[in-house]
């Protein structure tokens, strides 16, 4: 195996069992090491450290071992059994009412780089890093051997979550199976999946207790689904008996998802309604129109603003215009359920952003709940950069 070579004292973060290896800790590295190779990393003192994925960039290497193991089939095997345990504990994996969920969650599940989605009979699997490419075929066996006959098809998606650099000539396809059944069940409730066209892997599998939540918030409320995308939230507030549910997303095709979603759970319901929109305008326009709507429970769930530490301060700015528009138009008494999912932006952060836009607002709010990211999302402890999804349920008064 080759190796890679540490300077002096930046083994530190390693023996805290952080998970990468960023470029300014190398010293050296053996010759003629490929993109997505497994190599061996050693301190200084030629001591070893880890064992994990090498790549080109600022992160050179993801750790997959402290423990100086062979990167195997078995070794995936382990370490997805053990995340389909973690998911039978949080009781996602064995309901009768819930066949969607995440069983890996990359860092979270010590398998840096990968992420995999259930959808009923099918997994959902993404490489975020050039080694799990490589390595997707025994992932997929690994898979195969630890899920038995609760799938029958894998799905492989990583045309857009790899390094287009790299050249890796990557599909999106199917390593088994290739059922075009695409309807799961989230909390009892159908969804269809659009693994091959849809964000991520189809689905945001990380809202579905806020959804729950929400839920318990919408009987006889009027609501707006903000950013909506395959309208997660509009369907279980209308389970929860909402009295009118607008959903707005600027993609057409979001908004096809929406309403295809909607109708498989509440077919001619003339509660719903959705809108191709950008969101800030919607805003704007609410009780501009004599007779149009307000609303007493909104959400605003909208893409990452900041991808980078760099545009940080843009995107607390977008979160503070947003959620000022918000606070302006909800109706008295009104909840607004508020997120960001943008990792470099922390909860402080993100209260703090709220914070100014309900002073700018004028608003008295009371904070009703902290959220997060959901159990089968789990945050390693020695990788604080893994918890991303931050929420809050405010009170208008
Ligand atoms: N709340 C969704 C996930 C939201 S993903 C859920 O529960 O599944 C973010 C969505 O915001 C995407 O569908 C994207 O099309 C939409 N979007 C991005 N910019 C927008 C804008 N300016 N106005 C409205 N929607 C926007």
Redesign the pocket.
């Known amino acids: 195996m080759k190796r890679i070579y540490l300077k002096r004292g930046k083994e530190e973060s390693l023996r805290r069992f952080h998970p990468w290896i960023f470029s300014g800790a190398i010293a050296r590295t053996d010759d003629g090491i490929e993109e997505g190779e497994v190599v061996e990393v050693l301190t200084a003192d030629k001591e070893y450290i880890a064992t994990g994925h090498f790549q080109i960039g600022s992160i050179m290497v993801r750790v997959l071992s402290f423990d100086n193991e062979t990167i195997d089939q078995k070794f995936y095997e382990h370490r997805l059994a053990v995340a389909l345990d973690v998911r039978r504990c949080i009781g996602v994996a064995n309901r009768t009412n819930n066949n969607t969920y995440r069983l890996v969650h990359g860092e979270g599940d010590n398998l840096p780089g990968l992420v995999i989605d259930i959808y009923d009979k099918t997994a959902v699997m993404q490489a975020h890093s050039v080694g799990m490419h490589m390595d997707r075929n025994i992932v997929a066996e690994a898979l195969k051997s630890v899920m038995h006959d609760s799938i029958e098809n894998i799905f492989y998606k990583s045309e857009t979550t790899l390094p287009f650099k790299a050249e890796l000539g990557q599909e999106n396809g199917f390593l088994l199976g290739g059922s075009k059944e695409d309807v799961a069940i989230e909390n009892g409730l159908k969804f269809h999946v659009d693994w091959l066209r849809g964000?991520k892997t189809g689905?945001?599998v990380d809202?579905r207790d806020n959804?729950s939540l929400l839920e318990r918030y919408s009987n006889g409320r009027t609501v707006l689904?903000?950013?909506?995308?395959?309208?997660?939230?509009s369907f279980y507030a209308m389970r929860g008996g909402a009295k009118l549910v607008h959903s707005?997303?600027?993609?057409q095709?979001?908004i096809d998802l929406t309403n295809a979603n909607v109708k498989l759970n509440f077919p001619d319901d003339p509660r719903h309604e959705a809108f191709a929109?950008?969101?800030?305008?919607?805003l704007d326009n609410i009780g501009q129109q004599p007779g149009s709507p307000t609303y007493d429970l909104i959400?605003l769930?909208?893409?990452a603003f900041a991808k980078h530490k760099d545009a940080l301060r843009n995107a607390l700015k977008g979160y503070t215009r947003l959620n000022q528009k918000a606070f302006e138009k909800i109706t008295p008494g009104g909840i607004i359920f508020t997120?960001s999912?943008s990792q470099v932006v922390t909860k402080d952060n993100f209260r703090n952003a709220v914070f100014t836009a309900a002073a700018m607002a004028g608003r008295k709010v009371r904070i009703l709940h902290q959220l997060h990211q959901p159990a089968d999302h789990p945050i390693n402890i020695y990788h604080p950069e893994g918890e991303y999804l931050k929420g809050l349920v405010l009170y208008v008064e």
């Open positions: 964000q689905f945001f809202q959804r689904n903000m950013f909506c995308y395959t309208g997660g939230f707005v997303d600027s993609s095709k979001a929109e950008d969101a800030f305008k919607f959400i769930d909208p893409p997120f999912c």
